[in-house]
């Protein structure tokens, strides 16, 4: 019952994140199944998914042993809580499963079920940390303009991006929103990356010293942006804001839920932009987006002083119903060491690297693209009206969406980000010959708009 399928839905669903006018007279995209890389609507039409959903389904679609093992999991043991001391093996598991994986020494791992309540919970810990060596006036966190690190009240506050505030009381207090490090669109004329950098870093000394360093507890930060545009730190970045934050001791939160295992070509954004981050968040391709579920790294010195704290209460009083949920646990461990058997780390590496140059490649010279960016298995591409002067199209135009409209009839999902820039960021297990494919459909839908608007 399609045509019944698509007024429920009109009736009765409020969609996230979506045009809910333009959903009235469009109604919803549906999809029914997926394999591999390959998604399905309603109506049995094939699309390469070049958006792993939403930056998540990293192993691709349909793999028959997460199924098994979430089965399995069900059926032993479908809830266990992690509350009051209780454990789970599968929690027990993946936690050190994850020791394995993360650039960090005898880190533990404090389960969610979302990038967005992994970073709530962030903020959290890093309140309780400076309460607990007695440093409270520590409050503030440092976030970029552009920064996506979700939209519950706390986290919409720290992503740095218009349309999630306005309407929401938003941005509120203690939260300080510093410049992208988006040289494209905020460097000064003929500013090189390294200087746009130092002025970057000059800003955050200027916002520290303004601030008082003694208030700021922490930044927070996706090694490259994802949602707000798909945007690589320029040349230097990372080397000159590091050791700014060290200085002042101020905490290095880095969100990895985009970046995170192997999307830029090594498991971690942190590593591929050498980063010394005090904790990390990890939600999407944790579990491929089969099951729910995200973590919080953290270090042995914020754990131990929090552990003394939680003394003085009687219990450490933070955590959600399912965090530690036992098949979750289960489906993304198995995930975690599916990704080690398939050598998939390496593999997406060197396919990261054949998709950058084939972006590049039929590409790079398009006339509506104004930049391709990018790293791995990542990239956008913003279009602009006038390549030479970098004139932006008028929002009014919607290019974006019109880009992603064009690539959906060609059989290719992407993704419209604000700032007119399209997101293409396909499962890890895409093969070359499924690049080739992508990137003939991503071409053939942006030139149907160059034709749309040349007409
Ligand atoms: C970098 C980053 N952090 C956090 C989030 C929020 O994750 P979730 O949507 O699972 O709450 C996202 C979502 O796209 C993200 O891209």
């Known amino acids: 019952m399609i ?26 995209l549906i999809w029914s199944r997926a394999e591999g890389v390959y998604v399905y609507d309603d109506h049995g039409r094939k699309y ?29 043991l479908c809830y266990a809580p992690l509350f009051a001391g209780r454990s789970n093996e599968p929690s027990i598991r993946l936690a050190a499963e994850l020791a394995d994986w993360v650039p960090m020494d005898d880190a533990r791992f404090l389960f969610g079920c979302s990038g967005s309540d992994s970073n709530d919970t962030q903020v959290k810990l890093v309140r309780y ?9 520590r409050k503030k966190i440092l ?4 920064a996506y690190h979700g939209t519950t009240l706390l986290t919409a506050n720290l992503t740095g991006l218009p349309a999630f505030h306005r309407h929401f009381d938003l941005p509120g207090p203690d939260v300080i929103h510093l410049t992208a490090p988006y040289h494209y669109r905020h460097a000064e004329l003929g500013e090189s990356e390294q200087a746009f950098s130092e ?9 520290i010293a303004r601030e008082g360093p003694e208030t700021i507890a922490a930044m927070i930060a996706e090694p490259m942006m994802g949602a707000g545009g798909v945007i690589p730190p320029p040349e230097g970045y990372w080397e000159r804001i590091q050791p700014i934050l060290d200085e002042y001791g101020i905490l290095l939160i880095d969100d990895e839920v985009v970046c995170g295992f192997g999307r830029t070509g090594q498991p971690f954004g942190a590593q591929t932009w050498n980063l010394r981050p005090a904790t990390m968040t990890f939600a999407k391709a ?8 995200s973590a919080v790294a953290v270090p042995p010195f914020m754990y131990e002083a929090i552990e003394d704290a939680a003394a003085e209460v009687g ?33 997406a590496a060197a396919t990261g690297e054949y998709f950058q140059q084939q972006l590049c490649l039929r590409l790079g010279d398009h006339e509506l693209v104004g930049q391709l960016r990018g790293r791995g298995l990542i990239a956008g591409l913003e279009l602009v009206a006038d390549r030479a ?10 290019i974006a969406f019109k880009a992603a409209a064009a690539c959906l009839a060609e059989g290719l999902v992407v993704r419209a980000l604000p700032g007119d820039t399209v997101a293409v960021c396909p499962p890890l297990v895409i093969t070359r010959e499924q690049v080739d494919e992508l990137v003939d459909k991503l071409v053939r839908g942006l030139d149907r708009v160059k034709t749309q608007i040349a007409g």
């Open 315 to 347: 219990l450490f009083a933070h955590g959600l119903t399912y965090a530690g949920h036992p098949v979750a646990a289960a489906v993304a461990c198995r995930n975690l060491e599916l990704m080690r058997e398939m050598d998939l780390m390496n593999q």
């Open 389 to 398: 002067s970098k004139r932006a199209f008028a929002p009014s135009e919607k």
């Open 199 to 207: 002025r970057l870093a000059a800003e955050l000394e200027a916002t």
């Open 48 to 76: 390469l998914e070049g958006m792993a959903g939403l930056w998540c389904t990293a192993i691709g679609y349909g793999n028959r042993e997460l199924a098994r093992v979430a089965a399995e999991q069900i059926e032993t």
């Open 143 to 146: 976030s970029r303009g552009n």
């Open 286 to 293: 944790l579990s491929s987006a089969y099951q729910p579920i």
């Open 3 to 28: 045509s019944n399928l698509h007024a429920q839905d009109t009736a009765h669903l409020f969609h996230p994140a979506s045009d809910l006018k333009g959903l009235r007279q469009s109604g919803p």
């Open 129 to 137: 940390y400076f309460n607990a060596i007695g440093q409270p006036q």
